[in-house]
């Protein structure tokens, strides 16, 4: 009797791994944990704005099972589970670089120049695909002029706007065009070779909402951003894929669990 497959691909940060370090939220992470044990059928892959190596700190930290594949630098690399270890996908990795029509992130960075309220961030955070702000406030108000300002170098890129909720400030990521988590996810897909209906994304923030609106099945927990609820709600709609994306009323971990549920991922 086969087995069918399924593929989790979930954003870390404030999804899998809780904002808040209580011994509440870990027994949720180690309850899901147990789930995902339990089952032979599910796949996993990681979707996060940090380098592989953050990456894997964050799930040794809060005892999350090794994936099979790792998605960083906000859907920019791609990163699969080989004997010893992870390797960089190659034919991802020369997608990324057509895709960015032959730009460097210094020339990222060089077009956009300074503006208040703008604000690199740390070069750890950089990536060979990617470039990455800081915002005072809500990112927003930043990405007309910063478009613009690409624009007129005529950069082949594409902006993806999130909020801190814990420390106030909005992220900006500058990726290559048409790149973004939701990119990644369907490069998931063809490559795990799960059914469309068997791949179930899971994010909190507007960094997911490219993926949350590809048509796969959706879990949105229940600390996700209200705007991103508000607007996943409206467009959802409009695309016809309502029914495909569940909104948990349970935070992080416990949200992703009562979201696999929901669609008999998981008992």
Known sequence: ?????????????GTL???ARDAQRLREVAELVDAFEASEALMLAYVTGR?????QAGIEEFGLPAPDWF?????????????????????????MRAALGG?????????????????????????????SYYTKGRPEPFV??????????RASVNLIASHDPVSGRGLLDVLPASVAKDYAVRYLHDASGVDEKHLVYAGDS???????????????????????????????????????IYFAEQPCARGVLEGLRHFGVLK
């Not at 497959?5 to 870390?12: K, P, V």
């Open 1 to 13: 009797m086969s087995i069918t497959r399924y593929l989790l691909a979930s954003d870390l940060d």
């Open 17 to 19: 791994i809780p904002l």
């Open 51 to 55: 380098h592989l190596s953050l990456a």
């Open 71 to 95: 998605v960083c630098d906000v859907g920019t690399s791609v990163y699969r589970r080989v004997k010893g270890g992870y390797e960089p996908d190659p034919a991802y990795r020369q997608a």
């Open 103 to 131: 730009l460097s992130g210094d020339d990222v960075r060089a077009a956009i120049g300074a503006m208040d309220g703008l604000e690199l961030q740390e070069e750890e955070k950089q990536a060979e695909f990617k470039v």
């Open 144 to 153: 007309e002029t910063v478009q613009s300002r690409l624009d007129a170098a």
């Open 206 to 244: 507007g960094n997911d909402r490219a993926a949350m609106l590809t048509g796969y099945r959706v879990i949105v927990v229940g600390n996700a951003d209200e705007a991103l609820k508000k607007d996943l709600g409206i467009e959802s709609v409009a695309r016809g894929i309502a029914e495909r």
